[in-house]
């Protein structure tokens, strides 16, 4: 599977033994490589007929919707950058428009989706629901986002009118009232064997979006007191020194501001705590930092600028003896900080995501990594996961291939902190606009 | 209360003597007196402590007991559990002896009978404290009997009506049943009868993630069961705080715990002399193989067969007595005390909701409860303590709230020690110092919330907590840590 014509950054081509290596470059060149490297996951693993990205780069891995909604995202800065002509960005774009706004929209167990939401995951070539898995909340409001995101960026006639067209349809069909199953907050989910997954979500995280997106629509929106009720739940912590509204994952205080620019504006409860969402990413990296510092376990690598824990591939589920005691470590999971779990896994890519929040520490902490741990960036692509203190045979343990969603917000979020674009994009939405002002944003851009 | 008759815990005390204190055999009860300023249904802590109190101030009293002095407490909850507990504990720290420079050596076994000898005569020893001697020698009649009400100011007690100016009700609450299909042909334990176990079950399935399903889940999976814990909901201990919950499944699993969150048991079936617990969750099913179950789904106020509604007493079956802030019920000289009315059913909060009860059937001045500064806490490794609000519940009251964490991994006493999973957790009204709760997760969380507890209780604020030395090192330091990250916060 791969993209067609005028995409470029292939991985074979990065592997050339004559480029320089990572951490010699310049800070520009740099996260150009990188950024490089992270599209060419998308180009090597699209299903170019129906616009799927695979979840991971593993054999048989099925397609994520919310790894489609960041591979759309990142078409805009493909074309601005010129790694993609517009209209193969356009022609791709429309391919996965219109492949969602066609796919079955039914209870049938094996249907794409419902209710204008989607399945978790979906086969690649045929794009219906794969391993009985969840109607996604969550995973519809990112692949939404990206659909919203070009939806504004093509603003040219024909083709483009047609990408507008059917990114305003798509996210007009999502029933977010529906979701709520008459409750005030919303399920992570639903089943056609079973109807509402027992899970919500508790505390804050990545289910911001969720709420901005479902509070902005004109067809079926959320309440307003969904999200504020969604915020009682919010813990407000002084923890390792810093102020902050609490979440352990890393990626929780990244997934929402790789679309919106969250600068400047502020909730109720952002209000009361004379802060705001971006602020508050920062302290989290301060606290993951000091957290790092600190290593309370005793992992192998973990310093000030060694640090990003997070949900992601770990290396299974195993108990070892070391230095006489016993040391967990787990599979797949959200791993956090400073509650934990903490198993001395770290994705290697998260450092350099929180570049808008921080530049230096983002850069120096990854820097350090490339040249301790050049393994965790292959092909200019960073693994999901590297564990320093589980050796084997000379070196750490290192998750096999790549992960979608990390390789889409590590793009955006390095064209964030570049250009803005994606920032600057979704300033323009109206949908986005709504739903912020709906739950209750003020200030700054809005 | 004095232990007097036992050193040191260990000298033997049989199941005679445990009887002679709480029920002894052959008990003849006293013939009643014409009228009692009190009668006191029920002998648990609740009603045990306003019997003495009440008759420290000079009133008649009788306390009708239907089975055994001590209440649950004693009987098959906090005083069993713990000692359990405890067991399990010292068992599972001799597995990490390495870590500590002890050579290695062959892990020792579990010698269940031994451990269950250890729970008896831990609570025969403590059974002197309630013991019906005791209650005698403060000139207190005591009929074991079943307690009913015949009329809005007497209650038969067996064969004997007595009459009263003032009574509370104090039976306490049993653990609740399930209608879970094919259960009670399975047969299972509750509370009431795990401690009776001989054997220690190879597969021990748990229904209930509360408070004591958990305890027990990681005590015998620590002895050397292999335990499975089936809840409901999306997380152990619905009451507490999440990374609480959260730092406690990953506790439990870590012990070897087998933990099904989101999962409710369906169904219960005997095939080949093995016993099934069919589950589903959300859509997938699966089936468990164990050798004994435990329903542990939370308690059931005793409000059956008091004959309440011939006093006029308003209740519920499934919530028990209604009371109003001052403990009285809808018959204005009936109160009631522990956990027939409480909704938090703790020892600590029975014993002072009898006093209380008391003082406002007696007193000129009637007192409510304070519920803001009762601490309880969860025995399991580590502990979890609580006290006052939670972050949530000030929230939703349009509080402005902000929690001040130490987490026992940046306290030096706890790195010593090898105990330094969990955190203390300090709520503090935004903008000003004023505590509004704590939450510690620590091996000894039970303890320090106690430090909590006077804090709160005396108004004493973060400023103050801040100045208030401690000893170096020491786990409690965590407290004062957490009122020094207040005092350093930048002002804005």
């Known amino acids: ?446 | 209360m004095p232990h007097s008759d036992s050193l040191d815990g260990y000298e033997p005390l049989s199941q005679d003597e445990f009887l002679r204190r709480v029920h002894p055999p052959g008990w003849q009860n006293p013939r009643p007196q014409s009228r009692y300023d009190l009668v006191i249904l029920g002998g648990g802590p609740a009603g045990f402590t306003a019997a003495g109190f009440a008759r420290r101030q000079g009133r008649s009293v009788a306390l009708v007991e239907r089975y055994r002095l001590g209440g649950n407490s004693l009987n098959s909850g906090s005083i069993p559990s713990k000692s359990i507990i405890r067991a399990a504990r010292v068992l599972l720290s001799l597995r990490d002896e390495e870590e500590y420079g002890a050579a290695a050596f062959e892990r020792p076994l579990t010698d269940f009978p031994a451990v269950m000898e250890r729970i008896r005569r831990i609570r025969t020893r403590i059974a002197e404290s309630y013991a019906v001697e005791r209650l005698h020698a403060q000139g207190i009649d005591v009929f074991f009997a079943d307690a009913c009400f015949s009329g809005p100011h007497t209650v038969m007690a067996g064969e004997a009506s007595l009459s009263f100016d003032k009574a509370i009700v104090a039976t306490g609450a049993r653990p609740r049943s399930s209608s879970i299909p094919g259960l009670d042909q399975v047969g299972y334990l509750t509370s009431d009868s795990i401690f009776d176990l001989t054997e220690l079950p190879k597969r021990l399935g748990i229904i209930g993630g509360g408070p004591l399903g958990c305890e027990l889940a990681q005590a015998f999976c620590r002895l050397g069961s292999r335990v499975t814990l089936v809840q409901n909901e999306a997380k152990f201990l619905p009451c507490e705080e999440r990374d609480a919950a959260e730092l406690l499944s990953m506790s439990m699993s870590r012990d070897g715990v087998d933990t099904r969150l989101n999962t409710t048991v369906v169904g219960a079936r005997l095939e080949s002399g093995t016993k099934w617990l069919d589950t589903v969750d959300d859509d997938v099913k699966t089936s468990i193989a164990v050798d004994e179950i435990l329903l542990s789904i939370g308690r059931l106020p005793n409000v059956d067969d008091l004959g309440l509604a011939a006093a006029a007493i308003d209740f519920e079956m499934g919530q028990g007595i209604n009371v109003d802030d001052f403990l009285c019920t809808s018959n204005a000289d009936v109160y009631a005390a522990g956990d027939v009315c409480n909704r938090r059913q703790f020892t600590n909060v029975a014993e002072s909701s009898g006093l209380l009860a008391v003082q406002n059937a007696f007193g000129t001045r009637m007192e409510r409860q304070d519920q803001s500064t009762i601490p309880w806490c969860t025995y399991c490794d580590p502990e979890i303590a609580h006290i006052g609000m939670h972050a949530r519940e000030a929230r939703a009251q349009s509080i402005p709230v902000q929690a001040f964490t130490v987490m026992m991994q940046d306290v030096d006493r706890a790195i010593t020690d090898g105990q330094d999973y969990g955190f203390i957790k300090i709520y503090v009204r935004q903008g000003t110092d004023h505590i509004l709760g704590a939450t510690i997760v620590a091996t000894r969380a039970s303890e320090l919330i106690n430090e909590m507890s006077v804090i709160m209780s005396t108004g004493i604020g973060m400023r103050r907590l801040a100045t208030i030395l401690h000893t170096y090192p020491a786990q409690s330091g965590a407290i004062r840590m957490a009122a020094m990250a207040f005092v350093n916060e930048p002002p804005g």
């Open chain 1, 1 to 446: 599977m791969s993209v067609e014509e005028g995409t470029s950054g292939n991985g074979s081509r990065l592997m050339n033994s004559g480029m320089q290596a990572l951490c010699e470059l310049a800070d520009e060149d740099l996260l150009d490589r990188l950024q490089r490297g992270a599209f060419a996951y998308f180009s090597e693993y699209t299903n170019a007929d129906n616009g799927l990205v695979s979840d991971t780069s593993r054999a048989g891995s099925p397609c994520s919707i919310a790894v489609v909604g960041f591979a759309l995202s990142c078409y805009p800065v493909a074309v601005e950058r010129d790694w993609m002509s517009r209209r193969a960005a356009v022609a791709l774009t429309l391919r996965t428009l219109q492949f969602f706004w066609d796919s079955e929209q039914s209870e049938q167990p094996d249907a794409t989706g419902f209710k204008g939401f989607y399945y978790h995951f979906l086969d690649m070539r045929s794009g219906r629901r794969t391993w009985q898995c969840e109607l996604s909340l969550v995973d519809t409001a990112l692949l939404m986002a990206g659909v919203l995101t070009v939806g504004c960026y093509f603003d040219g006639v024909g083709d483009e009118e047609n990408i507008r067209h059917l990114s305003d349809a798509l996210y007009r069909r999502v029933d977010w009232d529906w979701a709520r199953h008459g409750l005030e907050t919303v399920s992570q989910g639903w089943k056609p064997e079973y109807g509402f997954l027992h899970y919500g979500w508790e505390g804050y995280n990545e289910a911001t979006t969720v709420y901005v997106l479902g509070a902005g629509s004109p067809t079926h929106p959320l309440p307003a007191t969904s999200f504020s009720d969604w915020t009682l739940t919010y813990q407000w912590e002084n923890l390792l020194g810093h102020d902050v509204l609490y979440s352990g994952p890393l990626f929780t205080h990244l997934f929402s501001h790789a679309w919106i620019d969250y600068r400047g504006i502020q909730d109720a409860f952002m209000r009361e705590k004379r802060s705001d969402y971006f602020e508050n990413t920062k302290s989290a990296i301060a606290i993951h930092r000091e957290y790092g510092a600190r290593n309370p376990r005793g992992y192998v690598g973990y310093d000030r600028n060694c640090w990003g824990i997070t949900a992601g591939d770990g290396p299974g589920n195993r108990e070892l003896r070391e230095s006489r005691r016993d040391r967990r470590f787990f599979g797949y999971m959200s791993r956090g900080v400073p509650y934990g779990p903490d198993d001395g896994t770290i994705a290697p890519w998260a450092m350099l995501a929180t570049l808008p929040f921080g530049p230096g520490a983002a850069l120096r902490g990854t820097r350090r990594l490339l040249k301790t741990y050049p393994e965790v960036c292959l092909n200019d692509r960073f693994s999901s996961g590297f564990n320093a203190t589980l050796q084997s045979q000379g070196t750490g343990w290192l998750s096999e291939g790549w992960f979608g969603l990390d390789q889409g917000l590590l793009l955006m979020m390095i064209e964030n902190y570049r250009t803005g674009l994606i920032w600057e994009i979704t300033r323009r939405s109206p949908i986005v606009r709504d739903g912020l002002l709906r739950v209750g944003f003020t200030g700054g851009w809005l």
